[in-house]
T-cell receptor, first 112, second 116 residues
Framework: QQQVKQSPQSLIVQKGGIPIINCAYE??????FPWYQQFPGKGPALLIA?????SEKKEGRFTISFNKSAKQFSLHIMDSQPGDSATYFC???????????FGKGTTLSVSS | GAVVSQHPSWVICKSGTSVKIECRSL??????MFWYRQFPKQSLMLMAT?????????EQGVEKDKFLINHASLTLSTLTVTSAHPEDSSFYIC????????????FGPGTRLTVL
């Protein structure tokens, strides 16, 4: 049973576009939702994270939108650049320090 | 920011040998570290949770006698793949939980293991 469903599997946008990646979770006990960025051959890097007491969090060009009632959260990348081309993973856990449940990942390609 | 290192970054070994991978939190203490395995173009699969000073907790289907985990200090956890076989070839990544703040998890750069 996949507890965190991520879509789309891949995404192509032009430079300056705003790619949106969506995740849905099933376990209502989850209360920590991070997003990671991974380049080929590298470990995932924490981008931004949110807790369900807020509906939106912004850090630089990255924004998380959170809908607790729908059990969904999404990542928006403003003014996307070719350097943003990577695989993005959403994740969830029921406490920040416990094991993360990952989505299957979204491969983003930003064309110049 | 929080930095996690892994050593080695890549290793090639013969079938039947054992390989040790180190995971270190460089600028913070981590009572809990996690070990993941990642196959090409797939997501991260949790193998085990490593707690400092106690036995690791393994996920279902992960052989604890094959993947030995030791978390001897607040900054170091090791994963030993014993009697490695070609099917153990994979990308192994550790993460460490930062005790400060939200307890975010920061990942190491990964170790590419190839078993011939």
């Amino acid at each position: 049973q996949q507890q965190v469903k991520q879509s789309p599997q891949s995404l192509i946008v032009q430079k300056g576009g705003i790619p949106i990646i969506n995740c849905a979770y099933e376990n209502t006990a989850f209360d920590y939702f991070p997003w990671y960025q991974q380049f080929p051959g590298k470990g995932p890097a924490l981008l931004i994270a949110i807790r369900p007491d807020v509906s939106e969090k912004k850090e630089g060009r990255f924004t998380i939108s959170f809908n607790k009632s729908a059990k969904q959260f999404s990542l928006h990348i403003m003014d996307s650049q070719p350097g943003d081309s990577a695989t993005y993973f959403c994740a969830a856990s029921h406490q920040a320090g416990t094991a993360l449940i990952f989505g299957k990942g979204t491969t983003l390609s930003v064309s110049s | 920011g929080a930095v996690v290192s892994q050593h080695p970054s890549w290793v090639i070994c013969k079938s039947g040998t054992s390989v040790k991978i180190e995971c270190r939190s460089l600028d913070f203490q981590a009572t809990t570290m996690f070990w993941y395995r990642q196959f090409p173009k797939q997501s991260l699969m949790l193998m085990a949770t490593s707690n400092e000073g106690s036995k690791a907790t393994y996920e279902q289907g992960v052989e604890k006698d094959k993947f030995l985990i030791n978390h001897a200090s607040l900054t170091l956890s090791t994963l030993t793949v014993t009697s490695a076989h070609p099917e153990d070839s994979s990308f192994y990544i550790c993460s460490a939980r930062d005790l400060a703040g939200w307890g975010e998890q920061f990942f190491g750069p990964g170790t590419r293991l190839t078993v011939l």
